[in-house]
């Protein structure tokens, strides 16, 4: 068997600690997968005292992680520090600047720096790979750049943040409210303490910035995805939309817009009403979905678990039997220099069908100036729901399915509503995917 | 931009004229992707003059595909002449003998043939690959061997025929019966003329077998798949299933018995009821689904179109880009010599809930007759439904489910009742899986 791939550790929090436990379990099946053993030669992290339920005592330890850079016996370094910049950055410059192969799970810094990060590794004629930075344990990264790569995709979209996943199948199966469910999650672990970036969609984001550099063979635009959360979810919409035939999930979509002269992006990340027959709305917890479109291949879909220490590493682990094999691949599918960039697609002219929550105020009128809004933005309703007595403040919820129509009708309808003392709080506009 | 990868192309059916058109119509694309272009250089079948739609002027036409496999200007032979023997047999050993890549969607000479190729493969240093072998378009063979390869696999199974489930899914929607749904179908060109490889099973456990062999490192033992088709399951079944919540798919499972000493390899491919809850009871029409469980990744599911020229034409194209890309890989995830030999599993230990439906004349014991069987034999029945009214033969359909416990009961329930005049016809025991 042929001589040991040697990798450096850096970054020894879940994920971390997942990777070693791994490497070390499975470690004969995968040298004779790799065809030669992967072998852990240091490892890196703040606190070397923490008891972190592996022992480490057969690893090097290296208090700066930049110093597994110059190791010599270093063939790979493996960056689970996190964080888009600072620390994690300096790290994988350095790796990159002398010659280690590079494999992250961190998705903040890929969306951020992918492109820099991806033309170095190029020129240094080292390996960059971040399975792990997209759902988890599901080889998405490898099913598009590679499994794919025979079409073009036009349409890649999926459920790409498990936190969220978790709260609003939980509240579907509860009934409970969007900060019970928030709070549960937190003492289960399922969500951390600042749940922001989980919740506002920004995880989401960067995932979906990077599958669609891939899929389209575009230039990373992580600022152009229009991103809400599910925090203005309340267990009224989706008890709304179970009625109307549908699940609330968080979505993340981008597509190709061909409708203007040069191909633009479209890159969104947003709750959405989700058939009951359509594959992802069968997606439950911390489950992670990803569906691809390909001009030859047809629907795609690939599902799993989307976080947690044994997925990840699963990932991580599966980009360093790739470069012990010998098989680099291109960062984004085709090297940097060919990523085509495109502009933001503009999204008044999209088609479709969207709910719209009011939370308005019990009184004469008010449903007048609301139809009325609509008739003079021209956006057609489909159907109408008022729930029954209003609340303890007097409001009440009024949700809506309006028939398809462009984008930019509904959002002149919130514009002429907006700041009518009728309504109670800002309305909620949620799109609702075809099957 | 690199050379050129020439390709040869033998067989020139609906997958041939489906890869031509791909390689034209995604040719700037692909060349970005893999890094040079993909150049068709000659192609290859019985008859020169039919007309299939696509301009073939452009390339050189070889009657004898074995003058492929000596060309010069030929880096890879795309085999999709079909059989598992024969003149597809002959060319690939000739392409690897004489050092070309090769790609193939020929899930029969893989199953029967793949370890001998393997091994010929890796002595003469080229690639051997087969993604279009299993669930068409659905990348599962480069999902399992690369992007799961750092986890223990010991369980894979999934809907692997589209044919079966085209008309197990159509039967449920239609309450028509098998014969009926098969005739329309071959008319529809979902199924062939001769269907027998596709209704009896044969198909998915080729599928299966390859599966096996990839997942578990196992020497493929196509010739120990346990083998049952659809044609016995009855439009009764299937409304009876409803009645008890499952549907009824064609399910190929793969696993690791490690309850022995060495570990030993269950395979079977057989109609199952499967649980409304679980994801393959949403894989409807022609469609594939492939699930696989690792000790890190924890459940995966891959879906997509399981055949057709355009999704099975998408995964033979991402073979010749990874032989592009200079990514050969291990044909079987490891090399050939690695792979374990390992014994057929026995099953009469194997726990698990079954349905079993009697076809019985409608008389006075009949179903003492049955239930003490079930008594003598230990198996213990969860629920019983016999249809209403007898048809014009006298003879009703009686199903029941039991509750979990081991195959041998259920079979030696079947052989106290083997012979017996109550029954009208052969019972059909069909597993059910869990969530």
């Known amino acids: 068997m042929a001589e040991p791939l040697n990798i450096a550790l850096a970054g020894l929090g879940t994920v971390g600690t997942g990777v070693v436990r791994l490497i070390e379990t499975n470690a004969e099946l995968i040298a004779r997968r790799a065809g030669r053993p992967i072998r852990i030669v240091a490892v890196s992290a703040r606190d070397r005292s923490k008891d972190r339920g592996v022992d480490l005592s057969r690893y090097d330890w290296e208090d700066d992680p930049a110093a597994m850079t110059v ?27 002398h010659g280690k192969g590079l494999v992250t799970a961190n998705k903040a810094m890929i969306a951020h720096h992918g ?52 709260i609003l199948s939980t509240m579907e199966d509860t009934g409970a409210d969007f900060g019970d469910v928030l709070a549960d999650a937190q003492r289960l672990g399922y969500a951390e303490a600042d749940p922001t970036f989980d919740i506002e969609g920004v995880d989401a984001a ?22 809400m959360g599910v925090s203005r979810v309340k267990a009224a919409d989706i008890e709304q939309a179970r009625a ?5 999930r968080l979505i993340g979509t981008a597509e190709i817009d061909r409708s203007g002269g040069s191909p633009s992006l479209f890159q969104r990340v947003r709750p959405h009403l989700v058939p009951f027959g359509h594959p992802l709305a069968h997606v439950d917890g911390p489950t992670n979905a990803v569906v691809a479109e390909g001009n030859f291949m047809g629907r795609l ?90 609340d303890n403040d007097g409001e009440v919820i009024l949700a809506m399915v309006t028939h398809e129509g462009p984008e930019s009708a509904v959002s002149e309808a919130m514009r002429i509503l907006e700041g009518s003392d009728s309504l109670a709080a800002q309305p909620l506009v949620m799109q609702i995917i075809g099957e």
Chains 1, 2 share one sequence.
């Open 115 to 166: 492109l820099e990060l991806a033309a170095a590794a190029e020129q240094a004629g080292v390996a960059l790979k971040f399975e792990a930075a997209v759902a988890g344990g599901i080889p998405v990264i490898k099913g598009l750049s590679e499994g794919a790569a025979a079409n073009a995709i036009d349409r890649v979209y999926g459920i790409l943040n498990g936190t969220c996943n978790y």
């Open 206 to 227: 960067h995932k979906l910035s990077i599958l669609a550099a891939i899929a389209f063979g575009a230039r990373l635009r992580f600022d152009a995805v229009e991103t």
């Open 301 to 390: 879909l690939f599902q799993g678990a989307g976080a947690g220490d044994g997925p990840t590493a699963s990932a991580v682990v599966a980009d360093i039997i790739d470069i012990a094999r010998g098989e680099k691949g291109a960062t984004f599918s085709m090297p940097a220099g060919e990523l085509e960039a495109m502009e933001p697609a503009l999204t008044g002219h999209r088609l479709g069908r969207s709910y719209i929550r009011f939370t308005v105020h019990d009184r004469p009128g008010v449903l007048a100036e609301i139809t009325a809004a609509m008739r003079d933005a021209n956006v057609s309703i489909e159907s109408l729901i008022q729930k029954g007595d209003p």
């Open 71 to 97: 190791r010599e016996d270093v063939d790979v370094v493996v960056e689970l520090v996190g964080g888009s910049d600072g620390p994690a950055l300096t790290l994988v410059r350095g790796a990159i600047t």
């Open 244 to 248: 109307l035939g549908y699940v609330i």
